[in-house]
């Protein structure tokens, strides 16, 4: 079995991605810059990043249900074109001074529908092109992408907006041609022959989450990872409140999510080694428990930027649970049903975390940053419990990859 670096057609879809990726750091910075220029309100530029998440967020669904009825390949493509187009007119816009707020927040829901789209898509893809044994080393590859562009993506957004307003928008237009070009490259279908007539969309949406709720360890995989999901945000948020309260100097308190995703980083070039030598159950129990206890600790440094120091170990050790979770994910689901699955989860492990800036917010005036950041600690160690007690990470054997692999 020849190594992912020399799967030609993964790569060019990592690569096109990671380009997406990139274009969305630059211009999730720049379009809150471009905002401020424009209209001088914190309110106007928290309004267009609150539609790109509510974008993203509410067409994960149908996503899903669109890339498992149509051909993947071609939806990449039409996503990377309507990038392409929005972030032509913005830069077109912003030459001729006709860049208002109602364009910005079209082009910003527009680029984060688009995201969602081939985001999944892309992950939806993976089965048809990596070997099953591979795909947690593939899903860990797309983590360390994510936390790399994650690191790269707001200062260069920072800094060719700096250099000219309209430079960071031209930016994404060229990355989107040649994200187009690279998926042009892939060789192989994305999905498996398509047999069965098209379901109506809610037959289809109902099907996906049958599936999920249907089976253990996709119902486990859900109750893990929403929890660690809600906390990491939280925390991250509560650290930020916590830090400016004391007078921190604000570029100190950036280093806050520096951290946390070169904690990321790490934890993705690490997760292959550390798969190869614990069980997928002993690998998620473990880290679900070690980062219940990092949080704990990170709850009595809320006065210093010490406290990014336990969060950024609790992400280390993410990517590898994630690669080993959506690994065995993508091989005991039917690639008919992927896009749905991989939407479903994602909407249930990300939807709780867009609540935590709220309840950290309320928890910070109630009880302090250490309160706080202990409740967040603590619904990490009821995900640590149910790894624990529940049976549905016990599905997680090899015979089930075996079986999948043989259909």
Known sequence: MKSLWRNREFNLLWGSQSLSDLGDGIASLALSLLVLVKTGSPVS???????????????????????DRFDRRRALIICDVVRLAVYATLTAAVLTDRAGLVL??????LDAGASAVFSTAEDASLRSIVPLEQLPDAVARNEARSYGTALAGPPLGGFLFGLGHTIPFAANFISSAVSIVAILFIRKPLQAPREDQPQAYGAALAE???????????????????????????????????????????AVIGLTETIVAAGGL??????????????????????????????????????????????????????????????????????????????????????????APLLSGILLAWGGPTTAVLFFAAAVAGSAFIATAGRGLHCAEPAPLQAASHH
């Open 45 to 67: 530029a928290g309004l267009v990043g609150t539609l790109t998440q509510a974008a993203r967020l509410l067409l994960r669904l149908p996503a899903g249900v669109l890339v």
């Open 104 to 109: 910005i927040c079209v082009v910003a829901v």
């Open 208 to 250: 996906g989450v049958r599936f999920v709720l249907s089976h253990p360890f996709l119902r486990a995989l859900m109750l893990v990872a929403a929890p660690l999901n809600f906390a990491i945000t939280g925390v991250i948020f509560t650290l930020i409140v916590a830090l400016q309260r004391n007078g921190t100097n604000p």
């Open 266 to 355: 790490l934890g993705a070039f690490c997760a292959p080694a550390i798969q190869r030598r614990l069980s997928l159950v002993t690998l998620v129990r473990s880290i679900c428990w070690i980062a219940a206890l990092l949080l704990t600790a990170s709850a009595f440094l809320t006065s210093s930027i010490a406290a990014a120091i336990p969060l950024g170990l609790t992400v280390l050790l993410g990517p590898a649970a994630n690669a080993a979770l959506f690994g065995f994910q993508a091989a005991i689901t039917p690639d008919r049903l992927q896009g749905r699955v991989i939407s479903v989860i994602m909407v249930a492990a990300t939807s709780l975390a867009a609540t």
